[in-house]
């Protein structure tokens, strides 16, 4: 059986069970604000368009909460993958939520989407917006082996 090692713990499983795992990384509050980071890990059986993908991202999340705009999306490469990072901002007056998200698509023998997203109060952009640009810049894949 494999061992899957986690954050503070080790577990054992069985051969067929896959990480489906969702990783969620919480930020010292900054007044009523408690920034957080989630990263999610999507095996594919094919290699998407990414581009399709960050735009279904993006409608859904509109269809869900209140004065959403996107303010900026963007391709380019990480790690030798294709990447597009996403920003939004959702809500009204204090409560304003602003939302960044970078998509890369890990292609060879096993295809990966790998999705963060990071997420904080809209008034403590200048405070949280380098934070969360320093993470995506030092995420890496795990290397790849390519067909």
Same mark, same amino acid.
């Given at each position: 059986?494999?061992?899957?090692?986690?954050?503070?713990?080790?577990?054992?499983?069985?051969?067929?069970?896959?990480?489906? *795992?969702?990783?969620?990384?919480?930020?010292?509050?900054?007044?009523?604000? *408690?920034?957080?980071?989630?990263?999610?890990? /999507?095996? %594919?059986?094919?290699?998407?368009?990414?581009? @399709? @993908?960050?735009?279904? /991202?993006?409608?859904?999340?509109?269809?869900? @909460?209140?004065?959403?705009?996107?303010?900026? =999306?963007?391709?380019?490469?990480?790690?030798?993958?294709?990447?597009?990072?996403?920003?939004? /901002?959702?809500?009204?007056?204090?409560?304003?939520? %602003?939302?960044? =998200?970078?998509?890369?698509? =890990?292609?060879?023998?096993? @295809?990966?989407?790998?999705?963060?997203?990071?997420?904080?109060?809209?008034?403590?952009?200048?405070?949280?917006?380098?934070?969360?640009?320093?993470?995506? %810049? *030092?995420?890496?894949?795990?290397?790849? =082996?390519?067909?």
């Amino acid at each position: 059986m494999p061992k899957f090692q986690g954050s503070g713990f080790a577990v054992e499983l069985p051969e067929q069970c896959i990480d489906a *795992s969702v990783y969620t990384f919480a930020f010292p509050a900054k007044g009523n604000d *408690s920034p957080y980071m989630t990263i999610r890990v /999507e095996k %594919r059986s094919d290699g998407p368009d990414l581009k @399709v @993908v960050a735009d279904q /991202e993006m409608e859904a999340l509109s269809e869900k @909460v209140e004065a959403f705009q996107l303010i900026s =999306q963007a391709a380019g490469q990480r790690s030798g993958c294709d990447g597009i990072m996403s920003s939004c /901002e959702w809500g009204e007056g204090p409560a304003r939520v %602003r939302q960044k =998200q970078l998509l890369i698509l =890990q292609c060879g023998e096993t @295809v990966h989407l790998y999705k963060l997203t990071a997420i904080s109060l809209a008034s403590n952009q200048a405070a949280t917006d380098p934070l969360f640009d320093m993470i995506f %810049r *030092s995420f890496t894949p795990n290397a790849m =082996q390519l067909p």
